[in-house]
């Protein structure tokens, strides 16, 4: 590759690396939603999102569930104990035990379940960030009453729920309050638990 050609990858790298950074590091969760739909196009790229989420053995167990439909937001506010907002949108993710005998998956052996749950939903929420649209998780509720709310068949577990909106003036500015997150030095130990030495860069 030419040093022209060079230069222009190293570019292109830093570019790409600092946009992603940017939605990562500003994103926060919405509680405080507007009233204002989320369009089709919208849902459908946060849903794309969740489609290229990696996943354990490359299998997929899960099914998402999209709810518009405010009086069923309602209802499923009525047994969700952190559900704090009302947001226009929800996902829910759902493990069908269907779609994990077909994988020969052990659903009450088998952690990576939970944990596509979790990539799925990060994906998720970046890319509603990405729109300018507020998330957030939903794990407090009953995951019988959601069932039965939501008329989801038998043995369908509803996970974890995205909410999801576009965020209200409010909620806009307390998300650009002070970051409370761990610095990475802090987070992460080098080759042994608890050894504290700095990156070198
Ligand atoms: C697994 C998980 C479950 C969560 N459950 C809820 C919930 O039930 N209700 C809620 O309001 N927030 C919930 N949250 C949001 C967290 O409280 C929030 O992500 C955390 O305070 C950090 O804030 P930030 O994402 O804005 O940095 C959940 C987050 C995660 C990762």
Redesign the pocket.
């Known amino acids: 590759m030419s040093r022209v050609g060079r230069d222009e990858a190293e570019a292109d790298r830093e570019e790409r690396t600092a946009a992603l950074l940017q939605i990562i590091t500003t994103?926060?969760?919405?509680?405080d939603f507007s009233a204002a739909p989320v369009s089709d196009g919208d849902l459908r790229t946060v849903l794309t999102a969740a489609r290229w989420a990696t996943r354990g053995s490359n299998t997929n167990i899960h099914r998402l569930l999209v709810i518009r439909d405010p009086a069923l937001i309602q209802q499923v506010r009525a047994f969700?104990?952190?559900?704090?907002?009302l947001p226009a949108a929800m996902i829910v993710i759902c493990t069908d035990p269907e779609l994990a005998a077909e994988a020969a998956m052990q659903l009450d052996k088998d952690s990576t379940r939970w944990i596509d749950v979790?990539t799925a939903?990060m994906n998720m929420?970046l890319a509603a960030h990405a729109l300018g649209l507020g998330s957030?998780?939903?794990?407090?509720?009953s995951k019988s009453a959601v069932s039965l709310v939501l008329k989801l068949p038998p043995d369908v577990v509803p996970e974890?729920?995205l909410?999801l909106g576009h965020p209200t003036l409010q909620s806009r500015s307390v998300?650009q309050g002070p970051p409370?997150?761990v610095t990475v030095d802090d987070l992460v130990f080098w080759e042994s638990y608890g050894t504290t030495a700095r990156m070198r860069s």
């Open positions: 994103r926060r969760v919405v509680r969700s104990p952190g559900m704090l907002g979790g939903a929420m957030c998780p939903l794990t407090s509720f974890f729920i909410q998300r409370t997150r």
